[in-house]
């Protein structure tokens, strides 16, 4: 497999390390579970979104951009990583922040990802409008309209799907490191647990692994959406991925895995699992979670494991997609842990 026609920017600090969670293993008597660690990618603080803007950011300046344009929610580490990428690049940043949690808080509002934003010189729109991505998108379209009226070149990176999945590449990508830590150690995973929101990461590390001829399944922990509507998702963004990778076909219907079971009320709302899996991953392995992504994921690889879903042998890798910033965000959310 070769990516080599694919425009790409130097972002992340790669590759990333692949830990095992010993004790985290030996209080669940079950499974030996790791992490790969792509909360260590750089870039403001290190998350997925850094392997994922290598793509997007080698396209944009092989078409001579020079501002990108970004939507995500307020405590968008998308949002956040894109504003780094630009300032790195010499780019400008003009980032939409959507109103998807109902969170009043002054911390929420502008600590964690939104004092970064500010922080890293990224020009701030907001959309009242959370669960809409036609309209966010529609929003981006008009901002990038005002840019080229005053005679700069924008970028849009768009949220809904339809639009080719670039940064799903950075996760084909990434199974290729993934594979060769797994070859140097000799050890084989049966299962990866990762979360699944925009679906990107989840698309792009499925495609990653069957293009590469490995079997192991991947988990999606629902962040965002019911399991109802995140497997089509996933479906549409892994053939989309496959396609543009060059290998039609590799995915099929019943390798997409998805389980809601931790989402809770919704996206960015507090549930007991996830505030148990942020302690347990913090004071039993050092690691931190976010409330939203990481912190729900960790909570289904936990209760997964407690259900006997992997079997006690199994070897399951838990993808850490960052997210850190946002801690401080939701810190009210944290303080009765």
């Known amino acids: 497999m070769s990516l080599d026609r694919f425009a790409r920017a130097s972002l992340a600090h790669l590759p990333t390390p692949l830990e095992p969670m010993a004790n985290l293993s030996r209080l669940l008597g079950g499974p030996n579970l790791w992490v790969k660690r792509d909360d260590c990618t750089g870039l403001a603080m290190g998350g997925n979104k850094a392997r994922q803007l290598e793509f997007y950011f080698g396209d944009a300046l092989a078409q001579g951009a020079d501002t990108v344009i970004i939507t995500g929610a307020v405590q968008s580490n998308f949002v956040r990583q894109t504003a780094a990428a630009c300032a790195k690049l010499g780019l400008a940043c ?11 808080t002054r911390e929420y509002a502008a600590s964690g990802n939104v004092l970064l934003d500010r922080l890293l010189g990224a020009r701030i729109h907001y959309l009242p409008e959370g669960e809409d991505e036609q309209a966010a998108d529609a929003a981006l379209e008009a901002i990038a309209d005002r840019v080229r009226s005053e005679g700069g070149r924008p970028y849009v990176i768009h949220l809904a799907p339809g639009h080719p999945p670039l940064g799903a590449l950075g996760y084909v990508v990434a199974m290729e490191e993934l594979l060769s830590q797994m070859a ?12 699944t929101g925009s679906a990107a990461t989840h698309a792009g590390t499925l495609v990653g692994l069957r293009i590469q001829e490995s079997s192991v399944r991947v988990i999606g922990a629902c962040v965002r959406r019911e399991r109802s509507l995140q497997v089509p ?41 996830m505030k148990e899996a942020v302690t347990l991953a913090a004071r039993q392995e050092g690691l931190l979670l976010d409330p939203v992504y990481t912190g729900k994921s960790m909570a289904a690889l936990i209760g997964l494991a407690r259900r006997g879903y992997f079997g ?21 959310m944290l303080e009765d842990i």
């Open 184 to 195: 140097g150690r000799d050890l084989e995973f049966d299962a990866v647990v990762l979360p």
């Open 233 to 273: 998702r996933v479906l549409r963004q892994a053939l989309a991925t496959a396609e543009l990778a060059g290998d039609p076909g590799i995915v099929a219907e019943d390798d997409v895995v998805v389980f809601d079971d931790w989402l809770g009320p919704g996206y960015g709302q507090a549930t007991p699992e």
């Open 94 to 104: 003009e980032i939409q922040l959507e109103h998807r949690v109902s969170n009043d």
């Open 312 to 332: 006690g042998n199994a070897n399951v890798l838990y993808l850490h997609t960052g997210g850190t910033p946002a801690l401080f965000g939701y810190s009210s």
